[in-house]
């Protein structure tokens, strides 16, 4: 394969300009430095050139100076690099690393040229988009020609791996548009089509003011529909590259749809006040919760449930579809952060889930291990507090470590509590309760007389975990399959047809106000009142 048969460096020269390189993505691309973590150590640096590279033309075309000196300044910066990348040599302290990269992956100049050409035509005049069609032309050219140049150096199978970048990298220039709307649109420049414009009655001016609320949230959910559209696409490119690498890749597809969550939270609010990258200077970023009109629920219980019939209707392996409901569970945390849930559990392997395939379980224990791997430094910088309820006994000892070393790191989050439901079943929870609370009687500890809810409680395997306020299942399944029947006594239920992998934050606020309509007696006449919503419990 190219690249691995010439040593990292040559020179003192080049290592700088790599480290260089890293400097500029750590200060001006932070998301991309965080997920270029995960990479191996032999290819990060690369990735990381080509992106700086980019990122530095960008730069360039952006920053300082009339549109003019800004125009002929990137014309010098594009006729330098081409010449470099025909002679194989540069000395510029930051191109000298792309430049050694390209030489050394053989990536396509074409490709190059493709992004400096676009980059060109942006900074000569506002660009104006007619259809998606020329949008995507756009798209492609800045930001799908820079993922089809990295995904070249991960050992790619096939084609239609590039095709797949591609489609993420136009996904990632949406992310960064809607992050620099109201920039763009205060300097003149609006990237949406104009198509999409005239059909609302909507002028450029009116994206500015912000005042016109429903017809832009109908241009929001346009462009959302899009966004979706090529993600779901481009969701099949963690599948085409070596394993070493899939865990970059994952992470830079739930950055996507966190960021496509946030824009569907925000709807026409973000043509006024934009959104900010999901990290700040490498650590994850705290966002506030979100404003809801509505009551929200204390404690809300998700079964995850459709993972292998997604899998099917999309015509992949059911590993994937474990995979992509791996990446869901992550954007329902990031959801019920921003809608201001207190208290959050999840199904993730239930007792009766012994019974499927070895295949099946390894590709789940993987997919459990991998989220929990790449998750808990996330989970801990965003004050998630993780606790693990069910069996101990039967997980491999690997998982079983993992789990236990994120429940003491975060045991002192408060902001939202996680409770992940791994070998669980109620039934056995319910029995190993009171056969503990028999034991204490046999003991002398407790009289049988005395045993009230209070006791059975403290001994299931979670203590202090509050009763369920709402249930939600998805994928059309109308049980609640053995899941925290003790605390499920009084909850609200809500069936949603979406299959799990194809669940977010907007199905999560939906499924939030069909709660808020409930009228909850608690066996009463009378609508109970919202339960408040408190901090976490203590241990």
């Known amino acids: 394969m190219p690249g691995n048969e010439e040593p990292f460096v040559d020179a003192p020269e080049t290592r700088a300009s790599y480290e260089l390189c890293a400097a500029e993505i750590r200060q001006f691309l932070t998301p991309m430095w965080k997920a270029a973590e995960v990479l191996p150590a032999a290819i990060r640096p690369h990735v990381l050139a080509v992106n700086a590279f980019t990122v530095r033309s960008d730069r360039i075309a952006d920053e300082g100076g009339t549109r003019r000196v800004r125009a002929e300044r990137f014309a010098r910066w594009r006729s330098g690099t081409l010449e470099e990348l025909r002679t194989g040599r540069s000395a510029h302290p930051l191109r000298r690393a792309f430049v050694d990269t390209v030489r050394r992956w053989e990536i396509d100049h074409a490709l190059v040229e493709e992004f400096l050409d676009t980059m060109r035509a942006d900074c000569a005049a506002p660009p104006v988009f007619e259809t998606f069609a020329e949008q995507r032309r756009y798209l492609r050219g800045i930001s799908g020609t820079t993922n089809v140049m990295w995904m070249s150096l991960l050992d790619v199978s096939g084609p239609q791996a590039l095709v797949s970048a591609s489609l993420l990298g136009e996904v990632c220039q949406l992310v960064d548009n809607f992050e620099d709307l109201p ?64 865990p970059f890749l994952h992470t830079v597809l739930l950055g996507a749809w966190m960021q496509f969550d946030e824009v569907a939270l925000r709807k026409s609010r973000v043509f006024v006040d934009g959104m900010e990258p999901l990290t700040s200077t490498g650590a994850a ?26 899998a099917t209707r999309q015509s992949l392996p059911v590993s994937r579809g474990h995979q992509a409901g791996g990446q869901a569970a992550m954007r329902l945390v990031n959801a019920a952060l921003r809608l201001g849930v207190r208290h959050l559990s999840i199904y993730a392997f239930s007792t009766e ?130 899941f925290l029947p003790w605390h499920l006594a009084y909850a609200e239920l809500v069936f949603d047809p979406t299959p799990w992998p194809d669940f977010g934050l907007a199905r999560l606020r939906e499924a939030l106000a069909t709660y808020a309509g409930r009228q909850r007696r608690f066996g009463g006449t009378l609508p109970g009142p919202a339960r408040p919503v408190g901090p976490a419990p203590a241990p």
């Open 285 to 310: 970023r705290r966002r506030p919760a979100w404003p809801v009109a509505h009551g929200v629920p204390g404690h809300v219980a998700v079964i995850m449930d459709g993972n292998r019939r997604w």
């Open 353 to 482: 889930n012994w019974d499927r395939s070895q295949e099946e379980l390894a590709a789940l224990f993987d997919t459990l291990a991998d989220g929990i791997a790449r998750g808990t430094e996330w989970l801990h910088e965003l004050g998630v507090r993780v606790r693990w309820c069910g069996r101990r006994d039967r997980i491999d000892t690997s998982l079983a470590s993992a789990l236990t070393l994120v429940e003491s790191l975060t045991s002192n989050n408060d902001v939202l509590s996680l409770t992940l439901c791994v070998d669980y079943g109620g039934r056995d929870e319910l029995t190993d309760a009171a056969r503990a609370l028999a034991a204490e009687a046999v003991a002398g500890t407790i009289r049988p007389e005395d045993i009230g809810p209070a006791d059975l409680a403290r001994n299931m395997y979670a203590p202090g975990l509050p009763d369920v306020d709402l249930l939600i299942r998805t994928s059309g399944e109308q049980r609640v399959s053995n």
């Open 183 to 246: 920039v763009d649109l205060a300097g003149g420049r609006c990237y949406l089509p104009r198509a999409d414009l005239r059909r609302l009655g909507l002028e450029v001016g009116d994206l500015r003011s912000g005042e016109r609320r429903e017809a832009l949230d109908e241009l929001v959910d346009i462009q959302l529909g899009r966004w979706r559209d090529l993600l779901e696409r481009a969701m099949p490119v963690a599948g085409l590259v070596s394993p070493a690498y899939e």
